[in-house]
């Protein structure tokens, strides 16, 4: 299957970066720039991905799906659903806005996140504009050649500071036949023990989070499993949409200017003694912190149980994502001059360092 709508703009974006090359001017990547409110600010020419875009190809009997980097994600959950198929990481979409470049390169997921993997244990492979001019494929369209020095999924999570994705191939998976969500009144110290133990037994839960006052579980898997799982666990049916507006962030508890902190901890992490609010996702694996406390505080109470913060909105630290090593920030400075040598891809994205 090929999207008649699609438009291969690659040879342009190649041009305008190896132009940059010759000016030595640093290119901003940015598709439709909706997730700008993460990082740091990045000055330079703008790079638009958006004309690059369309489904290259798609056979849902492979569980394959390959999009250029400014195909509208929502455009290619479109596509999948239509064959009763799903990215099951659940990256946001950001109001329908964002890109499946911008997919990769920020490497968001959503609820589903600690029983499906992330978006980088989806990509089998890219094709890349590096910082030599060149434009290169890297992985392929199935697993088997997702061996040894893997490029394709260094690229996510890498802000566009090391090359600039032009087309990602991605493995795809059923929808489960059925799913229910459901809603049980009980306290954050009773909702992670509870998490704990379920996650030892064969629960077909699927995204699970906490308010505050009430632990919201999804269930998915086959009609019986899930029936079974309702019997056992009961609680008040909550509205599917719940987890959209959880993903998308349109949930009450995001609707304020308090800095928001993204938490990412260890499984089986009690509750942090942290000022603010918070709301527990990813069955305790992530938890979101709203909270006026400075950056280091908050950094030092998540770093002595194994986890790092990063500030995911209104930032007043200049370092939003969690500073790294010394030793592990050479790994990733030499990483940025073995594939961007010049330092033309959203230079400080991440660190100032890169």
């Known amino acids: 299957m090929r999207d008649q709508h699609s438009f291969d703009a690659s040879g342009e974006l190649l041009e305008q970066v190896n132009q940059a090359l010759c000016d030595a001017t640093p290119l901003r990547i940015q598709g439709a720039n909706s997730k700008a409110f993460l ?183 086959g009609e019986g499993s899930v029936a079974a799982a309702y019997d056992r666990l009961g609680g008040d049916l909550l509205d599917g949409s719940y987890w959209t507006d959880l993903n998308e962030h349109r949930l009450s508890f995001f609707d304020a200017s308090t800095p928001l902190w993204w ?12 000022p603010g609010e918070q709301l527990i996702d990813w069955a305790g694996g992530q938890r979101w912190l709203k909270s006026h406390a400075e950056a280091a505080f908050i950094r030092q109470v998540v770093e002595k149980v194994g986890g790092h913060a990063t500030c995911y909105r209104h930032s007043r630290t200049s370092s939003p994502f969690q500073p790294l090593p010394a030793a592990l920030m050479r790994y990733h400075q030499n990483l940025k001059r073995h594939l961007d040598p010049c330092g033309i891809f959203n230079p400080g994205r991440l660190y100032a360092e890169l």
Request: charged fraction near 20%; charge should be neutral.
């Open 263 to 274: 938490l990412c901890l260890p499984s089986n992490t009690p509750l942090l003694p942290l």
């Open 39 to 221: 990082g740091r600010s990045v000055t330079g020419d703008v790079l638009d991905t958006r004309p690059h875009c369309g489904i290259v190809s798609y056979d849902p009997t492979e569980l394959v799906i390959t999009a250029r980097c400014g195909t509208p994600l929502a455009e290619l959950s479109q596509v999948l659903d239509a064959a009763q198929q799903m990215l099951p990481c659940e990256p946001p979409d950001f109001a329908g806005t964002a890109t499946v470049g911008g997919m990769i390169a920020s490497g968001l997921s959503g609820p589903r996140r600690p029983w499906s993997g992330s978006v980088r244990d989806f990509v089998l492979g890219i094709r890349l504009i590096t910082g030599h001019g060149k434009h290169l494929r890297f992985g392929g369209e199935v697993m088997k050649n997702v061996a040894g020095y893997d490029v394709s999924r260094l690229m996510a999570s890498s802000y566009g500071t090391l090359g600039l994705i032009t087309e990602v191939s991605l493995k795809v998976l059923p929808k489960p036949r059925k799913t229910l969500s459901i809603s049980l009144e009980m306290d954050s110290e009773r909702a992670l023990q509870c998490l704990a133990q379920w996650g030892q037994q064969p629960l077909p839960i699927s995204a699970a989070c906490h308010d505050g006052e009430r632990l919201h579980l999804r269930l998915e898997g």
